[in-house]
C-alpha cells in the first residue's frame, strides 16, 4: 500500500502512515510500529460486524 507522511491515528506521533479501511468504510492511518495492533483492531471490528446481524435475528427467533 501507499504511505503518506501524516500522524498515525494510534501514537499520535508524525511518520509515514499506512491508511487501512474498516468494513463500515472508516479510515485509520497507522505507522509501521501500530501496524499490529491496528489489524487486530480491525479483524476484531470487522468481525463484530459480521456477526451482528446473526445475533439479532437468533435473538428475534428467541422472543
Known amino acids: 500500500m501507499k504511505k503518506t507522511f501524516s500522524h498515525c491515528d494510534w501514537c499520535k506521533k508524525l511518520a509515514f502512515v499506512e491508511k487501512l ?12 510500529s501500530c501496524k499490529q495492533t491496528a489489524l487486530l483492531d480491525i479483524k ?14 437468533l435473538k428475534r427467533q428467541h422472543a
Open 44 to 57: 476484531r471490528y470487522n468481525h463484530e460486524e459480521s456477526v451482528t446481524p446473526q445475533k439479532e435475528m
Open 21 to 32: 479501511t474498516y468494513m463500515d468504510g472508516y479510515v485509520n492511518c497507522c505507522c509501521d
